[in-house]
């Protein structure tokens, strides 16, 4: 394995992404030290996925900054901007759905392929056989297509084109909600694993409290746009929440209640 | 109440679904199944292929056409299922059988209101005047706990929610006055707090209707907290049936091992467990 630059935060100021009438999201600051898991918690139409898609570029930016945070005590000189080229190998997503995020008609081979020729890095059969094997697939799967792969496989050649980049940041938008329980644990556990190994940063985006207090160390809980609060994981954990919101989605976490608040 | 007696509204006995394979022969999605249903909560938990689906879609005759539905016996209120007539089954579908799926998007008729759509049901079962008609949708609407009838009755589809769609599903699905209720997935599209909230509704409608539900579901949590009874489902077979909140105390490896490897709050557990499948399981 290469020698990787080391880890590399986001910090996220004052966001606002704005579509004609429809403000997705509203003034949205967070930082995420090097290193470190963040998760974003929320409802359908809360924002979160829209805060991920407008780090990378895939959402505009109607007011704000995004920007890389250098580990303490390192010079290596300027960090990419947002939209670079750099940036964007530096900074990379892994999508919800497994069956939507590869193309059907391109082998996993090209898939890996192209954004290794898009950033010009060499030495690609190498790099293609290491991220299959990286991610437990295995050469074998190198000619195959989506369509003869299960979900937990696509999600692996998800998280496999993502790492094949070397970045230092992963946005996980819903990486795992597509999928069965036992696979999403096999999942979540080697997301964690290479998190471990190449010292990434993550931003993970679920609507599952307990996915995302099992994948991070601090998180913010959205509604309409907004943040609601930032908690650490063992807050939550141990219902030490102050809004009324919050509260309210770590009951429903637990389950149906016979009684419970809906029934009103 | 004058439906079918308690403890035998539906009976499955040895139910197996085949399909054609690629090499010429059938492949079993249901390999055996077997349960008898009265006015409960039934759960039927799997995982996507462990043929909990198709067991919902053969009691209603929704199998695809190349599918090949065997049983010991398959009965609804008495009445043989297996060897009834496509228009008897058309006649008990919706009418006294219904069905919710999983995603309003794509279950909903997209070209039509949702009041027309749920007048449309009612004509199927019912010789009701136009004026009735209506007037029995904005009931039903109301029953889901939809505040504004009047309103919704009129959107389309695409204007309404994943909350509300759903919402409007079961509307249709109750003003034929159904005694048994097939729900596969029924909120899995939704977000957790309005789930609760359907499910909320799903639960009064159970018990002041005295309808029987099977709830068929991927989520075990959700299922151990809302049904009275679950079958739990692998490869085709039911390999555990649990009481409600029985989830402790599941025996078969295959449900525990569903239960240790869901993420838990307030739980370290790095790197979490995962599900070893063992190849007798699907014997």
Known sequence: MTARPVAAGLAIDNLSVVYDEFTAVDNVSIRVEPGQSFGIVGESGSGKSTILRAVCGLAPRTAGAVSLVAPPGDRTGALPAPGSREFRRRVQMVFQDPYGSLHPRQTIDRTLAEPLAIHRMGDAETRIERALDEVGLGKGFRFRYPHQLSGGQRQRVAIARALILEPQILLLDEPTSALDASVQAEVLNLLEEMRRRHGLTFVLVSHDLAVVTHMCERLMVMQRGRRVEELSADDLALSRVSDPYTQRLMVASRGFRRGGPEAA | ?283
């Open chain 2, 1 to 283: 109440m004058n439906g079918p007696s308690v403890a035998d509204m539906l009976v499955v006995d040895d139910l197996r679904v085949a399909f054609p394979n690629r090499e010429g022969g059938m492949t079993e999605a249901v390999r055996g199944v077997s349960f008898r249903l009265g006015r409960e909560r039934l759960g039927i938990v799997g995982e996507s292929g462990s043929g909990k689906s198709q067991t919902g879609r053969a009691i209603l005759g929704l199998t695809a056409p190349e599918g090949r539905v065997t049983a010991n016996r398959m009965e609804f209120d008495g009445i043989d299922l297996l060897h009834s007539s496509a228009r008897q089954r058309r006649a008990l579908r919706g009418g006294r059988i219904a069905m919710v799926l999983q995603d309003p998007k794509f279950s909903l008729n997209p070209v039509m209101s949702i009041g027309d759509q749920i007048v449309e049901t009612l004509d199927a079962h019912a010789r009701v005047s136009r004026r009735e008609a209506r007037d029995r949708a904005l009931e039903t609407l109301r029953q889901v706990q939809i505040d504004n009838p009047e309103r919704v009755f009129d959107l389309y589809p695409h204007e309404v929610s994943g909350g509300m769609g759903q919402r409007a599903m079961i509307a249709m699905m109750l003003i034929a006055d159904p005694d048994l209720l097939i729900a596969d997935e029924p909120t899995s599209a939704l977000d957790v707090t309005v789930q609760l909230q359907l499910l909320a509704i799903l639960d009064r409608l159970v018990t002041d209707r005295g309808m029987g539900l099977v709830f068929i579901s991927h989520d075990l949590r959700l299922v151990s907290t809302f049904c009275d009874r679950i079958l739990v489902m692998y490869a085709g077979k039911v390999v555990e049936e649990l009481s409600a909140g029985g989830l402790q105390d599941a025996q078969h490896p295959y449900t525990r091992g569903l239960v240790n490897c869901l993420p838990r709050l307030g739980e370290h557990r790095h790197p979490l467990p995962t599900l070893d499948r063992r190849p007798e399981w699907a014997l």
